[in-house]
């Protein structure tokens, strides 16, 4: 019978992803490990291959459409036995009603909270799923489950084929409280902020201080409506305290250039950038209970110093892990590091690429930021905000007036994760490192 060819999940959050291009056509025979498709998720552009070989018989989802569910159809694969005339019976997405997209990104919400379509209404509930029968649910409706205590066996789903959708969980908590839909939304607006409230309104109301002025209305891509929504969630969830030193960068500027001198050869060029990153590495493995991130209910401590730097790409940015730099060379991290810049902007970094890390950088020093403030981003336990290297004067350890390049370095911490005294020792081991680079090298 005919096969359903389902939106993948490329990566442990995605909910929902552009079907950016076909690679087949209808009538195609494809096999195991053909490419179908390419997917558009909020930070890369990946390939899907076939799991099954068949010949395409129907594309259900048009090229460029956004907002695909993952798990619902979007082609359908026949057998060789079979002919084009039997997709009808197919189930299609277009089959029943589609549920309300799910957002990729959802902020901790309470029950009374809980955005809802319009449209939705508590659903009758069956009875009781046989004990040990599978039940079918998106992540996030698992994750809404959770946190307002919905039994999923007891729901039945609006979803493609039964599957728990978001809607379904909002329904079944509304029940419950006894609010309905209507009031659910009204209270997000009030409550959740800018994550949670009706962009139409929000629009409308900020429209109207600038009626009679020229603008241009920009719609958010998905990437940045994941960065808005990822970042305000740190800034309202994760209690940022801020530590900050100077560094003097002179000894690491000319040690860098005889590096640079006797790595020419090798077409190898070091940046200060590289210098900071095994920095950070080093003075994780140095004090290793501040290579940790916040894991909800827990703290995770790593043994591996898997370092992820910020790099801007058109449209917002993204943070490419460099694993396991602790034990790289300089010259391997900096080919490394140049690698996943150059393939973070053509949007092709698989998601092991740019998820995960303790630990994050950020430099705007290229830019001439003398010093700024980073964001953690979450789960990270801190971010290191590098700025430029300046010539400033100083007074040596003699005690007299000098000129020196000074570099500004603040670290942004998680203090659920790193109390503040210890903050202030791994910052102080990245001063070290930094300003006794040929030590890095033993």
Same mark, same amino acid.
């Given at each position: 019978?005919?096969?359903?060819?389902?939106?993948?999940?490329?990566?442990?959050?995605?909910?929902?992803?552009?079907?950016?291009?076909?690679?087949?056509?209808?009538?195609?025979?494809?096999?195991?490990?053909?490419?179908?498709?390419?997917?558009?998720?909020?930070?890369?552009?990946?390939?899907?291959?076939?799991?099954?070989?068949?010949?395409?018989?129907?594309?259900?989802?048009?090229?460029?459409?956004?907002?695909?569910?993952?798990?619902? !159809?979007? #082609? *359908?694969?026949? =057998?060789?036995?079979? /002919?084009?005339?039997?997709? &009808? @019976?197919?189930? %299609?997405?277009? +089959?029943?009603?589609?549920?309300?997209?799910?957002?990729?990104?959802?902020?901790?919400?309470?029950?009374?909270?809980?955005?809802?379509?319009?449209?939705?209404?508590?659903?009758?509930?069956?009875?009781?799923?046989?004990?040990?029968?599978?039940?079918?649910?998106?992540?996030?409706?698992?994750?809404?489950?959770?946190?307002?205590?919905?039994?999923?066996?007891?729901?039945?789903?609006?979803?493609?084929?039964?599957?728990?959708?978001?809607?379904?969980?909002?329904?079944? !908590?509304? #029940? *419950?409280?006894? =609010?309905?839909?209507? /009031?659910?939304?009204?209270? &997000? @607006?009030?409550? %959740?902020?800018? +994550?949670?409230?009706?962009?139409?309104?929000?629009?409308?109301?900020?429209?109207?201080?600038?009626?009679?002025?020229?603008?241009?209305?920009?719609?958010?891509?998905?990437?940045?409506?994941?960065?808005?929504?990822?970042?305000?969630?740190?800034?309202?969830?994760?209690?940022?305290?801020?530590?900050?030193?100077?560094?003097?960068?002179?000894?690491?500027?000319?040690?860098?250039?005889?590096?640079?001198?006797?790595?020419?050869?090798?077409?190898?060029?070091?940046?200060?950038?590289?210098? *900071?990153?095994?920095?950070?590495?080093? /003075?994780?493995?140095?004090?290793?209970?501040?290579?940790?991130?916040? +894991?909800?209910?827990?703290?995770?401590?790593?043994?591996?110093?898997?370092?992820?730097?910020?790099?801007?790409?058109?449209?917002?940015?993204?943070?490419?892990?460099?694993?396991?730099?602790?034990?790289?060379?300089?010259?391997?991290?900096?080919?490394?590091?140049?690698?996943?810049?150059?393939?973070?902007?053509?949007?092709?970094?698989?998601?092991?690429?740019?998820?995960?890390?303790?630990?994050?950088?950020?430099?705007?020093?290229?830019?001439?930021?003398?010093?700024?403030?980073?964001?953690?981003?979450?789960?990270?336990?801190?971010?290191?905000?590098?700025?430029?290297?300046?010539?400033?004067?100083?007074?040596?350890?003699?005690?007299?007036?000098?000129?020196?390049?000074?570099?500004?370095?603040?670290?942004?911490?998680?203090?659920?994760?790193?109390?503040?005294?210890?903050?202030?020792?791994?910052?102080?081991?990245?001063?070290?490192?930094?300003?006794?680079?040929?030590?890095?090298?033993?």
């Amino acid at each position: 019978m005919p096969i359903e060819i389902l939106m993948p999940a490329l990566s442990p959050t995605m909910e929902e992803g552009t079907l950016a291009k076909w690679l087949v056509k209808e009538g195609d025979t494809v096999a195991s490990g053909d490419l179908l498709a390419e997917i558009e998720t909020d930070k890369a552009t990946m390939e899907f291959e076939a799991v099954d070989e068949g010949i395409i018989g129907k594309l259900l989802v048009a090229e460029g459409t956004e907002n695909v569910a993952v798990n619902s !159809a979007i #082609a *359908v694969l026949l =057998e060789d036995s079979e /002919a084009a005339s039997e997709v &009808a @019976a197919a189930p %299609s997405a277009s +089959a029943s009603p589609a549920p309300a997209p799910e957002s990729a990104i959802s902020s901790p919400a309470k029950p009374a909270t809980l955005a809802s379509s319009p449209a939705s209404a508590p659903r009758a509930a069956p009875e009781k799923a046989a004990e040990g029968a599978r039940v079918f649910a998106t992540p996030l409706a698992r994750k809404l489950a959770a946190q307002n205590d919905v039994d999923l066996s007891k729901l039945s789903g609006s979803g493609p084929r039964g599957r728990i959708v978001k809607a379904d969980i909002e329904a079944a !908590a509304n #029940a *419950v409280s006894g =609010e309905s839909p209507a /009031a659910s939304l009204a209270g &997000a @607006a009030s409550t %959740s902020g800018a +994550a949670a409230a009706p962009q139409s309104a929000n629009f409308e109301t900020i429209a109207k201080l600038y009626a009679g002025r020229a603008y241009e209305e920009i719609s958010l891509d998905r990437m940045r409506k994941t960065i808005a929504a990822r970042l305000t969630e740190a800034k309202q969830t994760v209690p940022h305290f801020y530590l900050r030193r100077d560094v003097m960068l002179d000894n690491l500027l000319g040690f860098r250039g005889e590096m640079n001198a006797a790595l020419a050869e090798r077409d190898v060029k070091l940046s200060v950038n590289d210098f *900071v990153i095994k920095a950070c590495a080093l /003075a994780l493995t140095t004090v290793p209970t501040a290579n940790a991130i916040w +894991a909800g209910d827990r703290i995770l401590q790593f043994t591996p110093a898997d370092i992820a730097v910020a790099v801007a790409i058109d449209g917002g940015l993204i943070t490419p892990v460099l694993k396991d730099a602790d034990q790289k060379s300089l010259s391997v991290l900096s080919t490394e590091m140049k690698d996943l810049a150059t393939r973070a902007k053509g949007r092709k970094l698989a998601p092991d690429e740019y998820q995960g890390g303790s630990f994050a950088i950020s430099n705007l020093g290229m830019f001439g930021i003398d010093n700024f403030d980073a964001v953690i981003n979450p789960p990270h336990g801190a971010i290191l905000a590098v700025g430029a290297g300046k010539k400033k004067p100083v007074v040596t350890a003699s005690g007299e007036l000098g000129i020196a390049t000074v570099m500004s370095l603040t670290l942004s911490v998680d203090h659920r994760v790193i109390d503040g005294a210890l903050g202030a020792e791994l910052l102080n081991v990245i001063v070290k490192n930094l300003e006794n680079p040929m030590a890095m090298l033993a």
